[in-house]
């Protein structure tokens, strides 16, 4: 997630310099065709190009919503992570009597966050994080799950054993939450805890389930292939047609010109078709960058710093003086 204002004007210049440079490339061969070599048969009417232009707009646009929409459902679901962690931090603190009893519901806890936020972690095919144009933003910030391996991470949490059967299973989340849900079990039949304290930790347990569940869904079904195959189409059908629909516009103005532009004007074609096609593959790389929220991302949901949040809670709930280090204030993306 990034922490500024906003992104500069540079840093965006800079992020969509390569379709720049394949705009000014489509710009500069029609012109150089029609002015140079006198191909001016090579003319669009530029109602053809508008038509393409507003289907091509309608189709960036449904793109953008629908990836807004699942960055924001992301969101909503780490929301709701944040807040059922603190009901169970809170529950497992005043029900039982042990303090021990407490810490080992708490940290089982800790350990499925931690599994969680690795399994979203994992690269997809249809995920942009490792495109260059991604891939080199990335020095402005780190991957907490690429630095550290979770077999690192787990005994911190869960007893040896417990450990390596979570590492061995095929669903390491579902696995702690399946041992989360046999340990309060055995609490409920050693008398460690009551039955209205164990239903209320079945209920959580549950909520934490579909979360998982929800989460999951958005990790491994990506915004429907066939859709962003024709937006990708369209966009680039609309960026090469569109300089060949300028040609006659502009060579129309030296009419109205003298001087040094007479006879030039067409050579404008290039600037102004790369400040308009430019709007549209923004548009696309923005969109494409947004539409997997926990591939690892500078628009990523933090979801690294929402566990460590819920850990350097929980833990003060337990009087631990053990606190887990927030990220860098002066960090400008932080996950």
């Known amino acids: 997630m990034h922490l500024g204002k906003s992104y500069k004007f540079s840093e965006f210049l800079f992020w969509t310099r390569r379709q720049i440079y394949g705009l000014l490339i489509c710009g500069s061969v029609p012109v150089f065709l029609y002015k140079t070599l006198g191909l001016t048969w090579l003319s669009v009417p530029l109602t053809v190009v508008v038509l393409l232009g507003t ?16 960055a924001m459902e992301a969101q909503h679901i780490w929301t709701s992570i944040l807040s059922a962690s603190r009901l169970w931090g809170i529950v497992a603190r005043d029900f039982p009597v ?4 407490s810490k ?64 061995s299973s095929l669903s390491k989340p579902t696995q702690v939450l399946s041992l989360q849900g046999a340990a309060i079990s055995r609490l409920l039949a ?5 039955g209205s304290f164990y239903m209320e930790l079945e209920r959580t ?60 004007m067409v050579w404008l074609v290039v600037p102004f078709s790369v400040m308009v096609s430019w709007m549209y593959t923004s548009l696309e790389q923005v969109g494409e960058s947004t539409e997997n929220p ?13 566990c460590r949040t819920i850990e350097r809670e929980l833990r003060d709930m337990l009087g631990d003086a053990e606190m887990p280090p927030m990220p860098d204030q002066a960090a400008i993306v932080v996950l």
Not at 190 to 194: D, H, Q, T
Not at 294 to 306: C, H, K, R, T, Y
Request: hydrophobic share 40%.
């Open 55 to 70: 289907a091509t707009s309608f189709i960036v646009g449904f793109k953008n919503a629908q990836t807004y929409n699942r």
């Open 98 to 101: 042990d303090l021990q009893v």
């Open 104 to 167: 080992e519901l708490v940290h089982r806890h800790l350990a499925w966050l931690t599994t969680l936020r690795y399994e979203l972690r994992e690269p997809r095919i249809w995920e942009s994080t490792d495109k260059p144009f991604n891939a080199e933003y990335q020095r402005f910030y780190s991957i907490p799950e690429r630095e550290i391996e979770l077999q690192d991470l787990l005994p911190l949490y869960l007893p040896s054993t417990e450990a390596t059967q979570v590492l």
């Open 190 to 194: 050693s008398g460690k805890i009551n």
């Open 205 to 264: 347990l549950r909520e934490l389930i579909d979360l998982q569940g929800s989460a999951e869904r958005l990790k491994n079904f990506p915004y429907p292939r066939q859709y962003a195959t024709i937006n990708m189409l369209f966009v680039r059908f609309f960026c090469l047609l569109f300089p060949f629909g300028l040609l006659q516009e502009f060579n129309k103005l030296n009419d109205s010109v003298t001087g040094l532009m007479h006879g030039n």
């Open 294 to 306: 926990f591939e690892g991302g500078a628009n990523d949901v933090p979801i690294s710093m929402l």
